[in-house]
């Protein structure tokens, strides 16, 4: 049974930072894609930023300089430190992990936390 488990959101202040992480159980983690997505009140589910097996970054424009993303093997575990926060970066905040099997893109989600920009 696969299994992502985020930790680590809440309410902070605008400027503040916050450490999110995701914990993966039930899949070779060392071979999967894992990305972070977010969700706003009434708005789409978007991507904010990912790492690949290899540990290459990519981040949406929104968060360059801001976010970083890290990924520990060892401890199936991805991390996104979070500095810098807007209002705008309140959102439910998700973790994915994904791997493509013979043409098929094969996506696992956690349930999301949540995290709160505001004075």
């Known amino acids: 049974q696969v299994q992502l488990v985020e930790s680590g959101g809440g309410l902070v202040q605008p400027g503040g930072s916050l450490r999110l992480s995701c914990e993966a159980s039930g899949i070779l983690f060392s071979i999967h894609t894992m990305a972070w997505y977010r969700q706003a009140p009434e708005k789409g589910r978007e991507l904010v930023t990912s790492i690949t097996y290899g540990g290459s970054p990519n981040y949406a424009d929104s968060v360059k300089g801001r976010f970083t993303i890290s990924r520990d093997n060892a401890k199936n575990t991805v991390y996104l430190q979070m500095n810098s926060l807007k209002p705008e970066d309140t959102a439910v905040y998700y973790c994915?992990?994904?791997?493509?099997?013979?043409?098929?893109?094969?996506?696992?989600w956690g349930q999301g936390t949540q995290v709160t920009v505001s004075s």
């Open positions: 994915n992990a994904r791997r493509v099997q013979l043409g098929i893109v094969l996506d696992y």
